[in-house]
């Protein structure tokens, strides 16, 4: 089998929910990502592209039939490049990955464009459509913007509870108090605002065009402890979640090039490191904020490596109380942990998640000349998706 190497990544700056991304449908953003990422290959030709497998969560509004297709044709590449758009929540552009580098291995395409996108304050409000017409009772709005939605019945209480909620229960579990999670979230913001002061992201983020945005706009350079400690429970009156310490709701689009080891010699670049394993877990749907410490054993199994091979690990902030559990089943060091700031800063546009922690992954270990790591996100309603990365330097 062949192996599938990541030779590019880009994304646009993330930003706040009703801020500066919020005139930009999300078929633009994802058009801009994608753009994005080709600009890095200008020896490619597009027309070589097997496939798009692109990522977001929602669908429900100006992402929906096929977002992936639609960025394709509006990022101007030849009609005859195909797409498709893969839904796994949270996990959606690091699915898109995943199927890209298994189509890379399996022969069926040399040259895979993989990525996703999110409009969280685009996503549109639905009505549920009635089974006879003019219904004489009332009829709800429902946002799409997150959560669970239009839930059946069938569905057991506890499986239904609200992401923070099941996080709260999560912190219960583990004993892990408001202190470090507040700790954790400050750590986050200063990293991800050194990152970019030391023009970290440069490299990895594209401008969108009309919009005036450098960087992403949820960073807090000035976050503490202290203030942090200062903010209001969100979910329960006692409890240790805020908006502080969860990540925030965004607007976003990222992408990765992958291909095969000929693609090197079409594009007079070398890759930056190669896919070496996959992992996927799946557990009660209150608990996926845990999901993801089986999904990279698995992962790591794959690559036949342990986490002691492990340099660099980029696990998605969905909120700091899940990513205190993971770290700690693991027993890693946590300072190699989203050492250049994670969600909880830089923003969690849903499906864009997965290839931002993918290509932020693929520069730490360029940067640093680690030789493994490990991305890893958690995904509601209980799933939980992973890769390891090598090093191709």
């Not at 240790?240 to 969860?246: E, F, L, P, Q």
């Amino acid at each position: 089998m062949n192996s599938a190497y990541l030779y590019a990544a880009a994304r646009t700056p993330f930003g706040r929910f009703g801020g500066a991304l919020a005139e930009v449908r999300p078929d633009d953003l994802a058009a801009t990502a994608l753009r994005g990422v080709l600009a890095k290959a200008p020896g490619l030709d597009p027309s070589t592209i097997g496939d798009v497998v692109w990522g977001c969560a929602n669908q429900a509004g100006e992402d929906n039939r096929n977002v992936g297709r639609m960025a394709v044709l509006l990022a101007g590449l030849p009609t005859s490049v195909p797409a498709t758009t893969v839904n796994r929540l949270c996990g959606s552009s690091l699915d898109a990955a995943i199927i890209a580098s298994r189509a890379i291995e399996s022969g069926d395409a040399d040259v895979v464009v993989a990525g996703g996108v999110e409009s969280m304050t685009r996503a549109p409000w639905v009505l549920p459509k009635p089974s006879r017409a003019f219904p004489a009772g009332n009829v709800t709005a429902v946002s799409t913007t997150l959560g669970w939605r239009l839930v059946n019945e069938r569905m057991p209480a506890e499986w239904t509870v609200s992401l923070g909620e099941a996080n709260e229960m999560l912190g219960d579990k583990y004993k892990i108090d408001r202190v470090r999670q507040d700790e954790f979230a400050a750590r986050s913001h200063a990293l991800a605002a050194t990152a970019w002061d030391e023009g970290f992201y440069a490299e990895l983020t594209v401008p969108v065009p009309g919009v005036d945005l450098a960087r992403d706009e949820s960073i807090r350079a000035g976050s503490t402890p202290e203030k942090l400690a200062g903010l209001k429970p969100s979910f329960r009156p006692d409890g240790t979640i805020t908006a502080g310490n969860a990540s925030p709701l965004n607007d976003g689009a990222s992408a990765v090039l992958l291909g095969s080891s000929d693609l090197a010699g079409l594009i007079g670049s070398a890759p930056i490191a190669r896919i070496a394993g996959r992992g996927a877990h799946a557990l009660d749907p209150q608990d996926f904020g845990f999901a993801p410490v089986e999904a990279a054993e698995k992962a790591l199994k794959r690559a036949g490596i342990t986490w002691s091979d492990v340099s660099a690990v980029e696990l998605n902030e969905a909120f700091a109380v899940q990513s205190l559990a993971c770290v700690d089943a693991w027993g890693i060091d946590p300072s190699i942990v989203n050492a250049r700031g994670g969600a909880i800063a830089i923003g969690h546009p849903l499906g864009a998640s997965g290839a931002r922690i993918l290509g932020t992954l693929a520069a730490r270990l360029r940067e640093t000349g680690g030789r493994w790591g490990v991305a890893a996100i958690c995904i509601g309603v209980g799933q939980a998706l992973a890769v390891v990365l090598e090093s191709a330097a």
